[in-house]
């Protein structure tokens, strides 16, 4: 092995990832979570797919789900056998029930609850660090988030209950949250949908943790056309808030002004929040998959927009027995 990758193999146990590596493969956290999302601009259709492979001493197992709009179709489970390589971006579950890499993810939990997407024209991270910036380097955080696909198509198809749905060249947001589990409390966006198709905004904010140390934080992703804004402490000013109604965030730095107004319409998809240690899901993540969103960027790059086919997340970790 040469020096670089096991320097490399070293510090992604850490949890961290060094300038120009690939956050996808797995660190070998706590728990590993995976998520695409697939929005279908002409129907009207918002598809979710997520993963989270979770280490224990017993075996590792998955938290999986398949969630949609409209319809307010959810169907989660617990799946054995879950791995996620170390090495590339693949990761699999229940022998074979969920399957994933750079080219497509698969979940079959029943006759009536599969999803098979293949994707193409991928939009991928172009910058050094991850999408949480200089955090994405900063080793033994709680938590490290990356939004690796900011556009591109997704095909295939979806059954959805008594109802199947084919996609066809969908716009397709994907990212990889991991680390000691969730945390205590967390918000969440992503959009497509906009007046043109190469604009792609998502945000995240929580609770960040490194040891005894705990702080609020939050950072924002705009992609316009070629162009991809990143806000992100410590060099920018992010404040974000979000009470389940209306999530709203303001940024500012690297010469740009971004607002993002989040408004929830109708009730939310409960989706499953993985527990690690303990071997079992919590319903405390609540998600819009179609929710109205404004987005406002000022800088040398000018963009004002709007959508109903945003997601909108909040979520809070059950307190510790």
């Known amino acids: 092995m040469r020096t670089w990758d096991l320097l490399d193999q070293l510090y992604r146990r850490t949890g961290a990832t060094l300038p120009l590596g690939d956050p996808r493969p797995s660190h070998g956290a706590e728990m590993e979570g995976y998520f695409w999302r697939a ?28 969630a949609a709009e409209p319809g307010g179709f959810v169907r989660s489970a617990v799946l054995p056998g879950a791995y996620a390589a170390t090495d590339r971006f693949r990761v699999t579950a229940g022998d074979g029930a969920f399957t994933a890499d750079a080219g497509g993810v698969a979940l079959d939990l029943g006759a009536d609850a599969r999803v098979e997407l293949s994707l193409h024209r991928p939009v991928g991270w172009p910058r050094a660090l991850g999408g949480g910036g200089v955090f994405s380097a900063v080793p033994f955080l709680g938590q490290y988030w990356h939004p690796h696909l900011l556009g ?48 792609c905004v998502a945000f995240s904010g929580g609770v960040l943790t490194a040891g005894p140390v705990a702080a609020t934080v939050g950072g924002v992703v705009v992609r316009i056309g070629a162009h991809l804004i990143r806000l992100t402490p410590p060099w920018s000013r992010v404040r974000s808030q979000a009470d389940g109604q209306r999530w709203q965030v303001d940024a500012r730095g690297a010469g740009y002004r971004i607002r993002v107004v989040g408004t929830a319409t109708g009730p939310p998809h409960v989706l499953p929040v993985p527990l690690p240690a303990e071997r079992h899901n919590v319903d405390t993540d609540l998600e819009h998959l179609a929710a109205r969103l404004s987005l406002e960027v000022d800088g040398r790059i000018r963009y004002r927009g709007e959508t109903n086919l945003a997601g909108l997340e909040i979520g809070h970790r059950p307190p510790t027995p």
């Open 39 to 66: 929005t279908d601009v002409a129907s009207r259709r918002v598809l979710v797919v997520l993963c989270g492979v979770n280490r224990h001493p017993a075996g590792d197992w998955a938290t999986v789900a398949i």
């Open 152 to 199: 591109g198509g997704a095909s295939g198809s979806a059954r959805l209950g008594e109802v199947t749905w084919t996609i066809r060249d969908a716009e397709v947001y994907a990212e990889k949250n991991w680390g000691a589990g969730f945390p205590e409390r967390w918000w969440w966006g992503q959009a497509h949908g906009f007046d043109r198709p190469d604009v």
